[in-house]
């Protein structure tokens, strides 16, 4: 078969990103069903395994929700307002097996009485949010091994006197050397023992990068000096509260 | 932990599905957790068939169906007084893409992500909708 003028290998990822999708829901499903299944007086440990399941299915969903972001030509990404409370919320809420799993906490702050709006794509930024989120929680678990109660992981959104928006993530894991991390991703089957953070499981840093700037936004990242990253997101303010504050 | 009560009333469902494996999988859940009697439709006209001929309490509905949308029911339904009324939710790998504000004419009263969703807040929700909670 072949279809002039289609570009295969994009396709078929796509395809394949999209595919993904009904054996995972059903994975998920059937572990709800396995639950439901067991007696009452199942170990604990059985139903936590099963939560696991569940989480690694989200954990999959979200690289072919990469994937896919991946392939998407950024000049077509729509770009709306986004209300950054709620896209938070929803982070929480998503990311909440991951935290019990792991024993880190989820710190967000935001201004009160106050709506944080950017103008990006939703679904982009929160791939995006949630593939670094669910990085800095699993090295923070590794950094802080006996002790639970440090484990916690800020995401900090203010809006900034220069009209944009801020997102700034900050973690104590191992610090990140581009680099280097960059040649591990060209080439997986060289490991480079040196490499103590590979970059963001791969994809989601490069990506992010690419996305960001398609929504006129810029993304930087260094290591603290005490250990630890931050990265820092910027995109433009949404005035369309403002608009309708005005309005009324 | 859910657990199956026999004392609580039955409620009949329909689930629209093309996944007949994921509609038999939640159907066996629902059956556990709240004593669902569950029906198991893939296409638009033998749900509507199903809800005409079975005294059905809520429908779960798939928006995507292979080649065709459950729009078109959700239409069919919003036509009739009796169908209009029955609760309706979305269980859709799009779900989070969709808006009640757009899919509340319709009858339809939440709207849950296959990706993210709970299923103790889906059977919370069947009960709240049914009244066939405690």
Redesign the interface.
């Known amino acids: 078969m072949s279809v002039e003028g289609v570009d295969f290998g994009s396709v078929a990822l796509t395809a394949a990103a999209r595919d993904l999708?009904?054996p995972?829901?059903?994975l998920?499903?059937?572990s709800?069903?396995l639950?439901?299944?067991l007696a009452?007086n199942e170990s604990p440990a059985t139903?936590q395994t099963l939560q696991n399941l569940r989480t690694a299915v989200?954990r999959t969903?979200n690289i072919a929700d990469q994937l896919r972001l991946a392939l998407t030509d950024e000049n077509n990404l729509v770009l709306e307002p986004v209300q950054l409370k709620g896209l938070c919320h929803e982070l929480n809420s998503?990311l909440k097996p991951l935290q019990r799993e792991l024993k880190c906490n989820l710190d967000f702050e935001l201004p009160r009485r106050q709506p944080v709006v950017a103008v990006g794509n939703y679904?982009a930024l929160k791939t995006i949010l949630n593939g670094f989120l669910s990085d800095a929680i699993r090295y923070e678990g590794q950094c802080h091994q006996q002790d639970a109660n440090r484990r916690i992981v800020r995401l900090r959104v203010a809006n900034r006197h220069s009209g944009d928006v801020a997102i700034e993530l900050h973690d104590d894991g191992p610090g990140i050397n581009l680099a280097r991390s960059l040649e591990a991703v060209m080439e997986p089957n060289n490991v480079n023992p040196t490499v103590a953070r590979p970059l963001m499981g791969s994809l989601n840093l490069l990506l992010a990068d690419r996305l960001i700037r398609a929504m006129n936004g810029r993304l930087t990242i260094h290591n603290r000096r005490r250990g630890g990253i931050t990265i820092e997101t910027i995109l433009p303010t949404s005035h369309q509260l403002t608009l309708l504050e005005a309005i009324r | 932990?859910?657990?199956n009560i026999d004392t609580k009333p039955i409620v009949t469902l329909l689930i629209l599905d093309d996944?007949q494996?994921?509609a038999s999988?939640?159907a066996?859940?629902l059956a556990?957790?709240i004593n669902a009697n569950c029906y198991c439709e893939s296409d638009p006209e033998r749900a509507m068939q199903a809800i005409d001929n079975q005294k059905i309490d809520l429908l779960i509905i798939d928006i995507h169906l292979g080649d065709r949308n459950a729009l078109t029911l959700l239409n069919e339904l919003s036509t009739y007084p009796d169908t209009l009324a029955l609760p309706k939710i979305i269980l859709s790998?799009s779900g989070s893409?969709l808006s009640i504000d757009d899919l509340g004419s319709y009858g339809v009263a939440a709207i849950y992500d296959?990706?993210?969703y709970d299923?103790a807040d889906l059977v919370h929700k069947i009960q709240e909708l049914t009244d066939s909670g405690d």
Do not use: C, N, Y
């Open positions: 999708t009904a995972l829901v059903l998920r499903q059937l709800f069903q639950d439901g299944q009452t139903r989200g969903f998503e679904q | 932990m859910m657990s996944d494996q994921f999988s939640l066996d859940s556990v957790a790998s893409q296959k990706r993210t299923l």
